[in-house]
Structure formats: structure tokens, C-alpha cells
Nanobody, 126 residues
Framework: EVQLQASGGGLVQAGGSLRLSCAAS????????IAWFRQAPGKEREGVSC????????YYADYLKGRFTISSANDKNTVYLQMNSLKPEDTAVYYC???????????????????WGQGTQVTVSS
């Protein structure tokens, strides 16, 4: 059974940093994509970034403009999202999600992901 556990959220002032972690387990193969999504109150869930844990390919939402970095631990079982220069508009619940199917897909669509973590709250004060 695939399980994802997100952690690392919190309250930070604008301009500060946080590092989110997503601990993944239960995959049947080593070829899967882990993504971070976020959802602010009253808004749709949006893709933030993703990483293919086998080959290391990464993608980011254009609006981030280089402030966030996604990476995976050496054992590929933990994915991190380093968030720098945080802004109040980054306030949201952040979710990690996993895509294990083969073939091309658009990483930023929530429906493409089969497994979801529980979410971690990030609040950025001005």
C-alpha cells in the first residue's frame, strides 16, 4: 500500500524559508513521480513542483520564479521542497502526491495522481 506523509509546515514571516518533507513508501517499482500541490482557502489545488525520483527530472510552476527547489533523498524515499523568499500568497495547505503509471502526463494536474499525503499547513505572515 502506497503511503505519503507530508511534514514541515509552519508559520513563517515573509522572506523566510521552510523545508517540507514527503516520506513515501509502498511503491511496487522505483519509477514514480512525486509532486507538491498547494491549496489556499477558496482556491483550486495547484501544482507547485514535481520530481521523477528515478532519473531526477524536475518541473516547477512558472509563478515560483526560482524560489522553491525540489529534491529527493539518496534512498529516493523522501522528497523535499525547499521554499525560500516566502510570500503571504504562498500561504496554503501543501500536499505531496504520487504518480506511478507509465507514459507521458501533465504533472500539474491533480487528477493524474493516484496517491496523496495528508497535507501540511504553511502560513506566511506579512
Amino acid at each position: 500500500e502506497v503511503q505519503l506523509q507530508a511534514s514541515g509546515g509552519g508559520l513563517v514571516q515573509a522572506g523566510g524559508s521552510l523545508r517540507l518533507s514527503c516520506a513515501a513508501s509502498g511503491f511496487s517499482s522505483g519509477d514514480y513521480v512525486i509532486a507538491w500541490f498547494r491549496q489556499a482557502p477558496g482556491k483550486e489545488r495547484e501544482g507547485v513542483s514535481c520530481i521523477n525520483t528515478r532519473i531526477g527530472t524536475t518541473y516547477y510552476a512558472d509563478y515560483l520564479k526560482g524560489r522553491f527547489t525540489i529534491s529527493s533523498a539518496n534512498d529516493k524515499n523522501t522528497v523535499y521542497l525547499q521554499m525560500n523568499s516566502l510570500k503571504p500568497e504562498d500561504t496554503a495547505v501543501y500536499y505531496c502526491a504520487a504518480h506511478e503509471r507509465t507514459g507521458p502526463f501533465y504533472w500539474g494536474l491533480a487528477v493524474e495522481y493516484d496517491y496523496w499525503g495528508q497535507g501540511t499547513q504553511v502560513t506566511v505572515s506579512s
